[in-house]
């Protein structure tokens, strides 16, 4: 089957740094999303990799190695307005898109 | 207007009610999508519609039934639900060509309850 592992929820402190990991497991791959969602918000793009690398866009940079299955999402100079759930998502063989199920980050002051 | 818009954002219905959610998107996209989105679960894909064609029905009770009139409109008519389809529905669309797939832009969710 097909399976995507993000942690549940995380912790992090205003100013700080928070990595937030995804590994896959899906038939094929033809990249990998990251999507921020607010509390009874819609889900919004953030960053796109198909090819092994860091892809930097200001505060947040995401990380992808195909060879591992792993990706990771990096949120530097934390801020209270980045306390969301993070969506991991990736395109398998068929240009379907396989969902995690997310991991709530919780910044504290 | 924004991208991908959803009414109504929130519904509360009786188990023999008839309901429909309504999506449109004004992005040009080609294809558009219905989600659920439970409580501490994954995005859940219902269905798929590729240039008004629906491309996938991923075993979704047929108490669900979708319409796409058109490349900008789609519809999730609502009958006989159960509690347990009390969830956040979410329309999304995106540009599918040959070499695959834009990202998905998606509305505000339509927050259902189901009592």
């Known amino acids: 089957g097909q399976n995507i592992d993000q942690p549940t929820e995380m912790t992090a402190t205003e100013g700080a740094i928070v990595q937030i990991n995804c590994t896959y497991q899906t038939s094929g791959f033809n990249g990998l999303f990251w999507y921020q969602q607010h509390a009874g918000e819609a889900p919004t793009f953030l960053s796109y990799n198909v090819l092994d690398g860091l892809e930097e866009k200001g505060r947040f940079s995401s990380f992808l190695s195909r060879s591992k299955g792993y990706s990771y999402l990096l949120l530097k100079e934390l801020q209270m307005k980045d306390s969301a759930s993070y969506l991991c998502?990736?395109?398998?063989?068929?240009?379907?898109?396989?969902w995690g199920a997310g991991t709530k980050l919780i910044i504290k002051p | 207007e924004t991208g991908v818009t959803q009414t109504p954002r929130h519904l509360v219905m009786g188990m023999t009610n008839k309901k429909s959610l309504k999506c449109e998107q004004h992005?040009?996209?080609?294809?558009m999508y219905w989600y659920k989105q439970s409580a501490k679960k994954p995005l859940e894909l219902m269905f798929v519609y590729n240039f008004k064609e629906q491309t996938e029905n991923n075993s979704v009770p047929s108490r669900f039934s979708p319409e796409c009139p058109n490349s900008s409109h789609l519809f999730l008519h609502l009958h006989t639900l159960q509690p347990e389809d009390s969830a956040l529905y979410l329309c999304?669309?995106?540009?599918?060509?040959?070499?695959?797939?834009?990202?998905?832009?998606f509305g505000q969710g339509t927050r259902l309850t189901v009592v």
């Open positions: 998502a990736v395109i398998d063989s068929n240009y379907q898109l396989i």
């Open positions: 999304a669309s995106s540009q599918m060509d040959d070499r695959g797939n834009t990202e998905a832009f």
């Open positions: 992005l040009g996209h080609n294809a």
